[in-house]
Every structure is written in C-alpha cells, then in structure tokens.
C-alpha cells in the first residue's frame, strides 16, 4: 500500500502547504480567518420583529374594518393579530439576546431599540382594550393605539428596516470622523 494515502500517523503529520498550522486545527477545519465575529452570520432578530410588525400593522388595517363594517369578525381578527404578533416580538427579543450573545451584531442602537419597545408596550396595552366586549373593543381606543403602533413601526421600517443593531455604514464615518 502506498504510505501517501495510509491514515495510519495522520496525527503527527502536517500538510506542507499549511506547515505552520498546527495539524488539529487543519484536520477539523477549523483555520482561523482573522475577520471579527459579528461578520461571519447574520442577525436573526430582523426576521422575527418584521414578522411581529407586519401582523402589528395587519391588526391596525383589521380595527379600520371594524369600523367601517361593524362585523364582529374582524374585532376577532384584530386580537389573534395582535396576539401573535406580541408572540413574534418576543421571539424577536430572544432572537436579539442570542444574536448579541454569538457577536452577530456588533452594538444595539438604542433608540431603535426603544422605539420597537415602545410599539410592544403599546400593543399590550391594546391586547388589553381588545379583550373588552362589543364596540368598544375597538372603538375608539383600540383604533387609536393601532394606529399609534403602525405609525411608529411604519416609521422606524422605513428609517434603517427591522434590525436594532447599528449599520456598519453609521459605525465606519464615525470612525472616519474621530
């Protein structure tokens, strides 16, 4: 048998191309790259707090048809709504703590942070205003506090998208300015 292709004392040998690795880290595959962490995956928060904002703002367009309609229905589906889109939000807080967690994001821009805490907030308490009974579960409270939380989650989608990490573009002309 040829001795290239033996496995027999493949521990102590090292490649000869890469002679200056140690040979555990060329047998795993773990070399190395000299690029910072929070580079290599992207964050996962940005899927869930779009998710949670879509159905936020589905509940707002529901409320408006209440309104217009006064089919009980759409009361209904203004609470699944905003139900599972509180459940998506603190999917996205999960998602954000792990994402800080890994070095997916380098750092948390806080008031975009504070704004989408503001719109959950605000959505509990419309949870809250929706669970009464008849016409008043939308009418005019529910109305106002979904249009309060669309206006916000509409606001700050068009500033920078879902994510609450800061831009790279905003941390590298800061660097530039310093």
């Known amino acids: 048998m040829d001795s290239r292709y033996s496995t027999i004392d493949t521990a102590r040998r090292a490649p000869s ?52 309609s006064d089919l009980f229905q759409w009361e209904n589906f203004s609470t699944w709504l905003i139900t599972a889109g509180l459940a998506s939000a603190a999917a996205g807080a999960t998602a ?14 806080w008031r975009r942070f504070s704004g989408f805490s503001a719109a959950a907030l605000l959505s509990i308490l419309n949870a809250f205003v929706h669970s009464r009974d008849a016409y008043t579960a939308v009418v005019p409270q529910g109305v106002i506090l979904s249009g309060i939380v669309t206006a916000i989650l509409l606001a700050l989608g068009w500033w920078r998208g879902w994510s609450v990490a800061k831009s790279s573009h905003s941390q590298a002309s800061g660097r530039r300015q310093s």
């Open 17 to 68: 191309r890469h002679a200056e690795l140690p040979v555990p880290l060329m047998m795993w595959g773990n070399i190395p790259t000299g690029r910072p962490v929070f580079h290599t995956c992207f964050p996962v928060h940005p899927r869930f707090v779009g998710f949670g904002a879509t159905l936020l703002i589905g509940a707002f367009a529901t409320d408006v048809a209440y309104c217009v």
């Open 96 to 109: 954000l703590i792990s994402d800080a967690m890994r070095h997916r994001i380098a750092k948390i821009d």
